[in-house]
Nanobody, 124 residues
Framework: VQLQASGGGLVQAGDSLRLSCKAS????????MGWFRQAPGKEREFVAA????????DYADSVKGRFTIPRDSTKNTLYLQMNSLKPEDTAIYYC??????????????????WGQGTLVTVSS
């Protein structure tokens, strides 16, 4: 599985942005898919996770109510819809996949496949 993340850019606080993660190779509905981010000088942190079957989603407390993690199976693409962006959301965003659910889904080490990252900068 190869992942290609895109959609980052420079936005103002309060704006919305949608990141895409296009997968080459079959992503089955029981796969675990996630988004992480890494700000300068900080460790990579969990943002959101999704499994389609059985249905599972979770979000970091810092993004709950503002971000969602939809997926378009027909396009083999995972998205991160980010609304009401804040300057503290500034980071490189990465998508990741593993073949099965893992209770440690919030840890980067739980994922096998990673995209290359896309930079999101939110100005105040």
């Amino acid at each position: 599985v190869q992942l290609q993340a895109s959609g980052g850019g420079l936005v103002q606080a309060g704006d919305s942005l949608r990141l895409s993660c296009k997968a080459s190779g079959r992503i089955f509905s029981n796969y675990l898919m996630g988004w992480f981010r890494q700000a300068p000088g900080k460790e990579r942190e969990f943002v959101a996770a999704l499994r389609l079957d059985p249905r599972f989603t979770d979000y970091a407390d810092s993004v709950k109510g503002r971000f969602t993690i939809p997926r378009d199976s027909t396009k083999n693409t995972l998205y991160l819809q980010m609304n009401s962006l804040k300057p503290e959301d500034t980071a490189i965003y990465y998508c990741a996949v593993r073949e099965a659910y893992n209770s440690a889904y919030g840890s980067p080490g739980a994922y096998r496949y990673w995209g290359q990252g896309t930079l999101v900068t939110v100005s105040s």
